[in-house]
C-alpha cells in the first residue's frame, strides 16, 4: 500500500528527570535560557524509536552495541548483498530516516521520509542541580567514591512536530506497517526503555494525520495549540491543560484532505474545546479516528 504524506504531534513530559542532556553543558538538560523553556532533539526522539525496535526484534543500521554506537562503515563492511534492495529491506530505520554509508567505494544516500522538528517544553522549566556520590573509589588508595552534579528539570511538558513525506516514502520503501511501528514506539518506547537519567517520563498524547494525497502539509500543530494552567510552576500534569479549538478548527476546515487520524491519549491530559473540558474523540467526532493500542 503506497505511503501518502502524514504529520504528527508528540508530546511526553518529564518529572525530575534528564530529557535530553548537552554534553558541552555537563549534560545538563538542554535549555533555551532566555525563554527558559527545555529542549530535546530529533536524534533524542529517533533513539528511542530506534531501540524499540531493536527491542521488538527488528535489525536497525543505527545501533549501540555494548553500549558505544557502531560506525557506518563497520556495521555495511561484511555485507554480502549491498544493494539497495537490500538495506532497504532490512533496515527498517533507514526507510524511516535515511542514512548515509559507503559500501564498497559506492556512496549511499537515502533521504528519510519521516523527520521531526527539534521537540521544546510548552510550559517554562526549572532546572534541579544535586551532588551525587559515587559508591565506588577513584583508586585503590583512596577512601570515597567521586562527586558529580546530577542536573534534572522539574517538570517539561515536550512537545514534538513530525511530517511524513509520501514522495520520500517511495524512494525508501516505507511502508504502512512501518508507519504502524512508529505509532507503536511512540506509544511504548519512552516508559519501556528509562534509564536512571530517563525515569520519570511519560507519553501523553499522540496524533498522526494521515492525508489522502503525497501533496498536503497544514503546518506544525504545536502552532494550534495552547498550554493553560493557573499555577505559576507546574509540577505535574494534572496541574495543565491543553486548549485545541485552533487545531480541531484546523482540521476540520481540511477533513477532505484527511483519511485517517490515528492517535493515543493519556487519561490525565485535559483537552479544553473553547474552555470547556472534552475528550479527545468529542473533539475530533468529524474525523476518521483510529485508536494506536
Known sequence: MSVNNNEILYIYDAKFTNPNGDPDEENRPRMDYEREINLVSDLRLKRYIRDYLMLKGYDIFVRLVDDKPVTANKRVKDLKDSSNEWILENWIDVRMFGATMTVQKDNKTFIGPIQFNWGYSLNKV??????????????????????????????????????????????????????????????????????????????????????????????????????????DSIRDINECSLEIAKLVDLLNENKNKIKNVHYFIDERLELNLNGMKVTFEEAFKDLPLKMVN
Open 126 to 231: 526549572e532546572l534541579l542541580e544535586a551532588s551525587i556520590t559515587s559508591h565506588f573509589s577513584t583508586s585503590e588508595t583512596a577512601t570515597q567514591g567521586t562527586i558529580g552534579k546530577d542536573f534534572r528539570v522539574k517538570y517539561s511538558l515536550i512537545a514534538f512536530s513530525g511530517v511524513v513525506s509520501g514522495h520520500r516514502a517511495e524512494k525508501t520503501k516505507l511502508k504502512a506497517e512501518d508507519l504502524n511501528l512508529l505509532d507503536d514506539a511512540l506509544k511504548h518506547a519512552i516508559p519501556n526503555l528509562v534509564t536512571r537519567s530517563k525515569i520519570g517520563q511519560y507519553p501523553r498524547l499522540y496524533m498522526r494525520v494521515e492525508y489522502v494525497d503525497k501533496e498536503t502539509i497544514l503546518g506544525d500543530f504545536r502552532d494550534y495549540i495552547e498550554l493553560k494552567t493557573t499555577v
